[in-house]
Nanobody
């Protein structure tokens, strides 16, 4: 079992930055893949960034590439999402997720992840 707790959400003006954190606990081999997803009201859940925790290889959606950075602190079992140059369309609830394994081409697919956090709200005003 894996337990994930997100933090760091909030309200910010367009152009601002936020850093989300995801504290993970539980069986380490169930979280070889970690991802950040978001869901806005009335929209499907969207994968924005993911990382293989062993190799630190990262993946990003086109909508956030160049603005968001996923990273990890293995000593603290924490995954971060640094979000810069935020836009109003980034407004959503952001979720952290973990999986034992996800194929490369599916790293941003929400259906591939078994464990989910409770989510943290990010609101970007224009």
């Amino acid at each position: 079992q894996v337990h994930l707790v997100e933090s760091g959400g909030g309200s910010v003006q367009a152009g601002g930055s936020l850093r989300l954190s995801c504290a993970a606990s539980g069986y380490i081999y169930s979280r070889n893949c970690m991802g950040w997803f978001r869901q806005a009201p009335g929209k499907e859940r969207e994968g924005v960034a993911a990382i293989y925790t062993g190799s630190s290889r990262t993946y990003y959606s086109d909508s956030v590439k160049g603005r968001f950075t996923i990273s990890q602190d293995n000593a603290k079992n924490t995954v971060f999402l640094q979000m810069n140059s935020l836009k109003p369309e980034d407004t959503a609830t952001y979720y952290c997720a973990a999986a034992e394994w996800v194929d490369t081409e599916r790293m941003l697919g929400s259906g591939e992840y078994k464990f989910w956090g409770q989510g943290t709200q990010v609101t970007v005003s224009s």
